[in-house]
């Protein structure tokens, strides 16, 4: 395939065998100057020495762009509070593709560059996240994306290729997992966790990164206390924090004591099911909380329909459709629900259970006196013959019509 | 209040005292013989001595019927393959009521009886239950319920009352919870669970009856495999069993290694929040094994539409609603789908965890070259390209919109 | 029954023989002075002449409360902004009851009033609507419902009491429909309507009062346009006027035209069906034109999740929850998603029938060059090969998968 | 692009010009042999010569295959019964092409083909409509689509080829709207419709075809009553027919009256907006018909669920998804829904308008004596204030609560 040339070319950039290979491949074949861009969401020591490396790849720039508290506060608290997870995934990679991506976008168009890179492959959710953010603020710039057509296709071909590049080979592809890493979570795919009939590894050492697992947590239990204000997490244990630090918090006591391992097949966007294993410790344990704490402070109207609501939230997440209005919209009402949602729930956390143990808020609907046996001032037990006859009215006109008719279908 | 006068009132007995002051309080009140029904949906211990208590309490007849199968295999089995939990509850005195309520119909049209009569208050799910399910077979029957009106509405009058009638007190109310157990679940309630601010004492000895706490648990894990075909299990570790012994079963490993322990505030039909503390350790592994089974087997498109019927299918099953058109055909829905949920799924057991080891089933539809970054006849990576395009285009043709229009709503 | 003693009642006041009867009744019966108060929503002539005859019937007060903009921007623009119908219904009754009850209960608070009384009857919506939203604002004020229990309870009986009282009768029930009117929508229920097998008398003189039959309508049709602006009704051919305005105005041409007339059989919320006629020219004109400028302008997903809310919006207007969080809620989605929908919408009204005739918006998401045949920049075709594989993948990977297993169920 | 050889091609033929030139093309371009099969499901006069044309072309055989009744019974009714539109259009064609692609696969593989070719373009939603059944049936048979691809993709190049390949021009496109035929409906598209500004020329001679426009339908009305059984229309006044005359009829009478033009903007599957003309006269009159008989035969949780659950059936209907284990299960659901859907319904044709005159049904839910004002002995009005009283209760409890708490957000 004859290929376009690019005077520039933003790439995004993990330092990772997969994108690190990209520099020189897209040099030699656009004949661009290529700009890294790598995105802090909080992947941690991922980042150190990217730098160096980057430009001795032969990128002309590296930007280490610092956004895991934009990362947090508009795409993390939004998602925990609307309550989605997508087949009970918590999105952790879902929604930091978004934010990296816009952050690209806006470098590209400071840059004057002509093409947007990612090393993202054909098969997998990622590349789909990244271009429909790319064209949501970009609809004009042309994306590259070598994953799906180039000719290192085998691992074999892609090692020389970055040997014979003087590319550093840190990872070795066949003995590791094909992991994601941000503040939210890690997930584990690839290897034997491909087939579903495997149990996957999670007491072998080394495996899990964020947490242990419950059978190697320990004996004894940790409670951990969170406030909530409006939907938002404001402190742990009676420390003030912002949600980041509270994120880490919980990262750490919720990794601890085995918290937080997820084993799914999920379904795909491009449309084949994988396996994957994710390790969200804090993130469990906060929504957890956020959820013990609706159960108190919503109404039951708006719980039921925020359950529904959520399914969907969770696909549009899911399926990058982050910038669209409605996605935007469904933010709008969910932030409406959070109104009264303050307070404080107490959790123990204890071999990867995450047990409720305490829950208040001034707004609480819960009323102890009307859900008892004993007498109230503001529920008359008699109200109750009204409300079932009125609740059961369509059943009975059918059961007493059905007495008028011969063989009534369905009613014995 | 002047009450009626009847011949016959079949009386809803579980030989609590609740229900047995209500025999001879209804023959004094209404002049009727009283005809007792038990229902055993598997509640177990509960049911021995009951003839000689309801004769000695002024009965002339008692019925104990056995519905554990029937319960189990229409009710139990349809709302499980559903994967139906309302407010995470696992519905297990939801769907007592109505098998209940219906044998009572038809032991009371037998009888030739002008009245039935439950034990349940005002304040409570269960009268809607059980009214509903009268009315849907027999509109014309009159229904009492003292406990929503009646003069006898303090603990001290009605252990007065008992007393005066040689009613036997075996159950100091004070200082014991309410509970309704069956083969699925035993539910508590009361006493200082009713403020959410206190720690359910599940770790107390004598408070869980169908399992031990995490704490408690052992600290080997135990493995168990279940066999389902179209959705029905029907071995556990390669031993064929019925539904029934397998939910037996699945109790007894389950309960031993602490699973299925919920703690929630739930939303009442009748309009009020109430806390319960839920014992389901079989149902819950069952509820496990069969979605883990589902991830493999269902399309994205029916798991996903599938659950947000689950939402309102455990809202029909919560509310009483088992007896309705609108809940027989979400079954033809439900079993439509579970022609190929079949398959083994092995699940550890430890502390509380559930964790999946294995999956596997004739008719997965997980394909494992699919997912994998290598090459496979099925799927062109090229093809992603198209399909983002495609997918994304109604973004990319907002963009390009917003960029002829000045301050194009909504896009930055 | 003996009744407890008032101070002060706060009727809500029609001028109608129904609450007309009530004002002498109240006082009778309970002690109490009776403050009157009717909220003007548009039904025009209805209030002429009220204030003499509340006064003359015993009332100490009548508020005439102009409601009439209130109504529109907050109520009725909303939820046609949400394109919510109930089994059709565009909710005429059901939105004026929340505000005038608001109403009442702020002039209940500013008299001090200790009940309030509405004239519903115990069988229809309305009594629900106005219960809640007094039970939003005033939890602690008795409500008096007397038309559910009182001894007026034949026609014969309240005409004797009225003329007892010197109220004049004016209507004769007997020969009337039930009718319910404001600006929006003129409700017809009772007499032949009763039975669904009898046809509406639409043609019949007199009985529709908003609009003429199609069959009566001009055999030459009215184009009009109207101006969106951010959903909002801002002109009418051109010339500009408030929401309340162009209401007016789209009753005028849209009754004369013969549009918005509904025959329907609905479900109460209390538990049956009712027949009812209903007359809303301008507001079906006006849903049709909002209707086709979203379909320009909004993007399928939010088409899509906007139609399946618009059910539970309705719903939760139907059934009188306007006061709640989740309408709330609600609302702010729907507000969200109207930040594009501005442009003219020209409808043909011909005899009943409201014919699109031109749809434009400076923020149209319709490319005419995309959708034809021919070549255009933005949209590849090949890129519909790929987009076909990814998305019919689960049916290929399914179809594959029966090859390899006998007896697949499901695949031929 | 050097292209693959085939040994026989089964071609979607229509007989237009667009299958045509096909016939030589994949002759020339794949030296494979051309079957031709033409699918009828009610298409018409369209049909006649196509045999000889066909062999003229260069096909060596063509299949005229009669589909009408297996269409019917089996894709409309089923959809008919959910209710089912998408975006308010009645899917015409998307039900019609899962059928003929699956009786082309029937085909191929009798007669050995390896691939299969049909007409559509790359921007249309048939495309996939077509692939996707063929996966579904023929998971390993190549498909050809050239009008994604080839070089004649320009009305000029088009035409010079049919010329140069003796194809009779009979239809000229530059002046024709894109039109598709069958017994449920016509579609129009193109040309000035291509601009949702213009309005669609329906009172023009020759634009409709299968009725006339409001305006140009007859002064008097036509009464039709239709009789279903089961969901499934039996008779039209009073002569019993199939399905398919049902339809022909219900096609006459409704056409004559105007009955069932749509006009509207849709959102296609592959992601861009069209505008389409839509007549479905007699299917209009059928949905219309089908609904009123639901009105008074379902009761409202059903009724309600159906309304959602149709959105999702119309979404699949569309998509091409016709042969997936979602619209199977959906369909169980719906199956189950109309057993108590059987009686008469009698409407009134007028200038477009279908005006309901009368529901009867055995199996009416509807109860006169219970919706009116007066006694019955069903009904006990005092029970409203019970109904209210809980189900108003969370309101109530949100409100007292508030009382209790300063500033209790979002209560006033």
Chains 1, 2, 3, 4 share one sequence.
């Not at 079932?388 to 369905?410: T, Y």
Request: charged share 25%; proline share 5%.
């Amino acid at each position: 395939m004859e290929k376009k040339k690019y005077n520039k070319i933003v790439l995004a950039y993990s330092g990772g065998l997969d994108t690190s290979v990209l520099i020189p491949w897209l040099k030699e074949n656009y004949g661009a100057e290529i700009i890294a861009v790598s995105g802090n969401v909080g992947q941690g020591t991922e980042l150190d020495g990217l730098e160096e490396k980057a430009l001795k790849t032969g990128a002309s720039k590296l930007y280490i762009e610092d956004l895991t508290d934009e990362f947090v506060n508009d795409y993390v608290i939004p998602t925990m509070q609307a309550g989605a997870t997508y087949e009970q995934y918590l999105l952790g990679t879902s929604f930091a593709r978004p934010i990296i991506a816009k952050r690209i976008v806006e470098i590209a168009k400071k840059e004057g560059a002509d093409a947007i890179c990612h090393g993202c492959t054909g098969k997998g959710n990622d590349q789909v996240r990244f271009e429909l953010a790319i064209q949501a603020f970009a609809p004009e710039i042309d994306i590259i994306a070598p994953w799906r057509f180039w000719e290192l296709n085998s691992r074999e071909k892609e090692i020389a290729y970055a040997e014979a590049h003087n590319i550093p080979l840190k990872i070795n592809k066949e003995t590791n997992y094909s992991k994601d890493k941000n503040l939210w979570h890690l997930s584990h795919e690839g290897l034997d966790l491909e087939d579903p009939a495997n149990e996957a590894p999670i007491n072998k050492p080394g495996f899990l990164e964020m947490s242990v697992s419950p059978e190697q947590a320990p004996d004894v239990p940790t409670n951990v206390t969170i406030h909530f204000e409006k939907g938002v997490p404001t402190s742990v244990d009676g420390v003030e924090m912002t949600p980041t630090q509270i994120i880490e918090k919980l990262n750490e006591v919720g990794g601890a004591n085995g918290c937080g391992i997820l084993d799914i097949v999920e379904n795909r966007l491009v449309g084949m099911k994988s396996r994957g294993v994710y390790e969200t410790p804090g993130g469990t344990v906060l929504y957890k909380a956020h959820e013990k704490l609706e159960e108190i402070t919503l109404d039951k109207e708006t719980q039921h329909y925020k359950q529904s609501l959520a399914l969907k939230f969770a696909d549009l997440v899911y399926n990058g459709q982050w910038y669209t209005p409605l996605r935007k919209a469904m933010t709008a009402f969910v932030t409406s629900t959070q109104e009264t949602v303050t307070g404080d729930v107490t959790l123990k956390l204890y071999k990867g259970n995450i047990i409720p143990v305490s829950v208040t808020s001034p707004y609480s609907l819960y009323s102890a006196g009307m859900a008892t046996f004993d007498e109230d001032d503001c529920y008359d037990q008699s109200d109750s013959a009204g409300f079932i006859h009125l609740f059961g009215l369509p059943l009975k006109v059918r059961a007493l019509k059905a007495k008028e008719v011969e063989d009534f279908p369905g009613v014995e």
